[in-house]
C-alpha cells in the first residue's frame, strides 16, 4: 500500500481499480503519523482484501507454487489463499534454502548469487555466500554484462 497506508495514498477508487487480493503494509509500530489510518484498513477488508501489516506481524514474506500463495505469518484474514487464474503473478523462484543439499551446496544451478542488500554478485562457489544472509540471496542466470548494466557490481574475492 502506498505511504504506509495513509488515507490519501490508498483511497477507495485506488483499491477498486487495483483490486488487489492482498495488501502489504510497511509500517513502524506506534508512528507519530497514525499509518496505517482506519479510513485504510476500512477501504481495504470492504474490498476484501487480505491484509499484512509489519507493525503487527514482523517481516512478511510470500510465497507461491503458481497455484497457492501462503506466507511465513499468519495475516489478517487467512494465510493461504488460492491464486486466482485471471491474475498474472511472477515466476516462482525458489529460495536458496530449497536449492541447496544437505551441505549447503548449491545443487547443480547455473548463474550467478546476487546479494540484493549490496548489490554484489558472485560465483554460486564464492567463499562470501556462506556469510550472506538469506533474505539477501536469490540465484540469477542473467548475464555478468545484464547484472551490471542493473547496478550490480562484481564480487572483488571471486571476480564472477
Known amino acids: 500500500m ?9 483511497s477507495d477508487a485506488f483499491v477498486k481499480a487495483m483490486s488487489p487480493t492482498y495488501a502489504f503494509i510497511s509500517v513502524g509500530k506506534g508512528n507519530s503519523y497514525g499509518h496505517p489510518t482506519n479510513k485504510t484498513i476500512d477501504t481495504l477488508k470492504k474490498n476484501k482484501c487480505e491484509i499484512f501489516r509489519t507493525d503487527q506481524q514482523g517481516e512478511v514474506t510470500m ?10 505469518t499468519n495475516a489478517t ?4 489463499a488460492t491464486v486466482e487464474k485471471e491474475k498474472t503473478y511472477s515466476t516462482y ?3 536458496i534454502k530449497e536449492k541447496t543439499s544437505n551441505k549447503g551446496e548449491l545443487q547443480n544451478q547455473k548463474g550467478y548469487l546476487l546479494n540484493l542488500k549490496s548489490l554484489k554478485f558472485h560465483t554460486l562457489d564464492c567463499s562470501c555466500i556462506k556469510n550472506m544472509n538469506e533474505k539477501n540471496k536469490e540465484i540469477s542466470d542473467k548475464s555478468r554484462e545484464e547484472l551490471i ?3 550490480y557490481t562484481p564480487c572483488g574475492i571471486c571476480n564472477p
Not at 2 to 10: I, K, R, V, W
Not at 63 to 72: H, L, M, P, R, V
Not at 77 to 80: G, K, L, R
Open 93 to 95: 523462484k525458489p529460495t
Open 149 to 151: 548494466s542493473e547496478g
Open 63 to 72: 510465497y507461491s507454487d503458481g497455484k497457492k500463495a501462503w506466507s511465513n
Open 2 to 10: 502506498g505511504h504506509h497506508g495513509s488515507s490519501s495514498s490508498s
Open 77 to 80: 484474514v487467512t494465510s493461504v
